[in-house]
């Protein structure tokens, strides 16, 4: 175990990245925004927070092509809410006019229909 529960990572699991005091998780599988949260979970982890343009920035050197859910979508009111619950507080811009979100491989956050398969970042601290 890399630091007491309830406290800030000191490391993370094999196959995560540790951005400032999260670590991260680029999923290999496919998957629709819920199956990606539910993935995620089982991780002990949800889809991505990302509470600063910093960290934004910082999934920037991911190898690969960026297509993946972060934990971020519209309530049944249209507000954008994170997987926690919290309301999105509008700190980056969001693209595009549909539900569910994702990191494109110009680490845009875009919406999209919640349906559409592709990966997903986990995090948890």
């Known amino acids: ?3 007491p529960p309830g406290l ?3 490391c ?3 196959d995560w990245i540790k951005i400032q005091r999260e670590c991260f998780y680029f999923s290999k599988a496919q998957g629709d925004w819920t199956n990606g949260q539910n993935s995620c979970s089982s991780l002990n982890a949800s ?3 990302i509470d600063s343009p910093e960290v934004l920035g ?3 050197p991911y190898p690969g092509k960026l ?3 972060i934990g971020l979508r519209k309530d049944t009111v249209g507000v954008w809410r ?3 619950g919290t309301e999105f507080d509008h700190r980056f811009q969001i693209q595009g006019g549909a539900y569910c979100v994702y990191l494109d491989k110009e680490v845009k956050v875009i919406s999209s229909s919640c ?3 592709r990966k997903w970042i986990c995090s948890k601290l």
Request: with cysteine; charged share 10%.
């Open 1 to 3: 175990m890399c630091s």
């Open 8 to 10: 800030p990572a000191a």
């Open 12 to 14: 993370c699991p094999d």
């Open 115 to 117: 349906s559409t398969e």
């Open 58 to 60: 910082s999934l920037l």
């Open 47 to 49: 889809l991505a927070w």
């Open 67 to 69: 297509d993946h859910w």
């Open 82 to 84: 994170w997987v926690n």
